[in-house]
Structure formats: structure tokens, C-alpha cells
């Protein structure tokens, strides 16, 4: 059974960070694409970042948080991470991460989620 769950989320400042984290449970994790997304109250879920399979060599960033976010994975602790700097307030969501059927950006490239963590920003 695949299982996915994040963590690290809470309230921080603008300006401030975070780093979440998101645990995978599922066979042969090395071979699976990982993103991140969020979903802002009243809004629909958007991609944030993903990171290729294996190594983790190829990354991709929404706009709105490139140079900011770093989405990096550690093959050995089966876990992916997404460190969040310069955070503003529109970064306020519930975050998830998603195991990949292909490396994208749209939600049906991915087959399993977890079950979010909130981040909140305060100005």
C-alpha cells in the first residue's frame, strides 16, 4: 500500500522559512517522479515544485515560487523534501506532495497524495 505523508508545516512570518517533509511508502521509490502542490482556501490546487526520478537531477518550479522553493529528495529515507524561504503571505496553503506517473504539472500525472499540511504566512 502506498502511503504519503507530510509534515513540517505551521505559521511563520513573511520573510520567514519552512521545510516540508513528505515520508513515501511504496515500492522501489527511487524510480518515481515527486511533486508538490498546494491549495489555497476558495482556490484550486497548483503545482509548486517537482523533482525526477533516481537522482533527483531535474527539477521544475512554478513561477511563482522559483528562486524561493527547493524541492529535493533523499533516495535512503524514502522522503521528499520542500524548503520554503522568503516565504510571502500568498504562500498560505495546504501543501502536498504526490508520487508521479510522469513528471509534470498537471494533478492527473500523479496517482497518489497525501493528506496535506497547512502552511500559513502572516504579514
Known amino acids: 500500500q502506498v502511503q504519503l505523508v507530510e509534515s513540517g508545516g505551521g505559521l511563520v512570518q513573511a520573510g520567514g522559512s519552512l521545510r516540508l517533509s513528505c515520508v513515501v511508502s511504496?515500492?522501489?521509490?527511487?524510480?518515481?517522479?515527486m511533486g508538490w502542490f498546494r491549495q489555497a482556501p476558495g482556490k484550486e490546487r497548483e503545482f509548486v515544485a517537482a523533482i525526477s526520478s533516481w537522482s533527483g537531477g531535474n527539477t521544475d518550479y512554478a513561477d511563482s515560487v522559483k528562486g524561493r522553493f527547493t524541492i529535493s529528495r533523499d533516495n535512503a529515507k524514502t522522503t521528499v523534501y520542500l524548503q520554503m524561504n522568503s516565504l510571502k503571505p500568498e504562500d498560505t496553503a495546504v501543501y502536498y506532495c504526490?508520487?508521479?506517473?510522469?513528471?509534470?504539472?498537471?494533478?492527473?500525472?500523479?496517482?497518489?497524495w497525501g493528506q496535506g499540511t497547512q502552511v500559513t504566512v502572516s504579514s
Open positions: 504526490a508520487r508521479a506517473v510522469k513528471i509534470g504539472r498537471r494533478g492527473s500525472d500523479y496517482d497518489y
Open positions: 511504496t515500492r522501489a521509490f527511487t524510480r518515481y517522479h
